[in-house]
């Protein structure tokens, strides 16, 4: 990180109702965005360099409404491409609706587009 740079910081979270009835969080700066992969008509992965270095990258599943891969692309884009050097909270299913709840700046543009986020994975990379 440049201090006096610019950055928006993309925002996740996951809420599993598991033995530990925990969940996963992280933030990413946009600028260790790595790529987009759709994994099939329902679920999209999200691609950043690992913050456990550059070698490998953590992953996002995005399970979204049935053939929306094209809208969250659309979202993501706007969501990296913000020029507020804020938070942008993309998902938090921890809060309920997708993209509206949380702090920060808040990524209407994915309910605008209809993508229907529904659950959210986090894998970090070992």
Not at 52 to 81: P, Q
Not at 116 to 123: P, R
């Amino acid at each position: 990180m440049s201090w006096g740079t610019k950055e928006t910081y993309m925002y996740f979270r996951t809420y599993d109702l598991d033995a530990e009835n925990q969940g996963k969080a992280c933030i990413w700066p946009a600028s260790k965005f790595r790529g987009i992969d759709p994994v099939s008509t329902f679920k999209t992965n999200i691609y950043f360099e690992s913050t456990i270095g550059k070698a490998k990258v953590d992953i996002v599943a995005i399970s979204h409404a049935n053939g929306k891969h094209k809208e969250l692309c659309e979202a993501l884009a706007i969501a990296l491409n913000s020029d507020k050097n804020t938070l942008m909270v993309f998902a938090d299913t921890d809060n309920g609706i997708q993209g509206t709840t949380g702090t920060g700046t808040h990524d209407f543009t994915s309910v605008k587009l209809g993508v229907g986020i529904y659950q959210v994975e986090i894998t970090y990379a070992t």
